[in-house]
């Protein structure tokens, strides 16, 4: 009997989880005696390259993979199959639209459906295809949070775990030096990792891309915090922030199919405007980066990684395709890929978690 080929890949950004996805994909799959699986490296690029780059995967490729960071078959944010990047004879980059070409290789293959763990860009990317026939099932991953349809994303949770782990740090050297911290973290457009990060590290000031901040504010905050040069103060700021009335702080890249500002830099720029602003104790800025993204997932995001895993694989057999796996608390469940990326998980500034965190005195600058 032939057997029937789902395609696994990852897409976007890398998140603790990925490879506990894959392994509960491959391991719902080979309680099946009629399917196999296989990966796709890199996003779609391994079927839009020449030679194609997938690879079976097996119950012994994806044993004990639920405690590997990253993703086994890599991943990436440029390009993919709406716009990949084509070098002009003059040097300069177009993107062109190969999607039709690679859902006739994806036939030749034999692949039968495809399952994409990605973001929201990712997830375009499935509408994308489920419109042009594509049997495929997305599977919602960020470490941002930042998607509506599902209570959470894994790897959100081992993202606020590192961060809070920081600011921990952070507060024995700013109290042992009086010094002013500001550790930036990751959000593009949704603060959650800040937020939640700032509540659970205890940190007297927060901000938001969801919440434009005044100077001055922050200011009185830290100034409230020190008894004349004795105190310290821990600031959380989300890469995405920024001033009321002005924009965020980032550079373009260049780098070939990567279509966003590359976030980063409001850390420095709010010392300086702090500086500026008149604030005399010492200011030090800590930028955890993507350490935020390395690294093992912490038990709640296996979980949530596996649970997605196996309903996406569940979904295959099922034959429901064009729908995202979502966590809607206790249950998984299927949302249609048009809605899954109709709009953001942003933060409401009238929330009962931001109510929580001025409750505690946490100043956001508004
Ligand atoms: O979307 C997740 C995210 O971590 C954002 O918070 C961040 O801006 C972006 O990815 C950075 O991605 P990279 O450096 O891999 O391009």
Redesign the pocket.
Known sequence: MALKRVMVLTG????PGLNAVIRGIVKRASQENDWEVVGCIESFNGVLREPTEIQILDEKTVEGLQIQGGTILGTT?KGGPFAWPVKNPDGSWTTVDRSDEMIRKLSYLGIDAVINIG?DGSQRISLGLAQKGLKIVGVPK???N?LSMTDYTFGFQT?VQICTEAIDKLVTTAASHNRVFIMEV???DAGW?ALHSAIAGGADVCIIPEIPYNIEKIKQKIEQRYNKRHGYCIIVV???AVPAGGSVT?TV?G?VG?Q?I???GIAEQLAADLKASGVEHDIRCTIL??L??GGTPIAFDRVLASEFGVRAMEFVLEGKFGQMVAYHHPDVVGIPLEEAVREQNLINPESRLVHTAKGLGIEFGD
């Open positions: 976007g950004g890398d998140c944010n973001g960020t470490i941002d930042d993202a990751m959000g593009r990792i989300a890469e995405g980032g890249t780098e990567y966003h590359k976030l980063g980066g993507h935020q993204r």
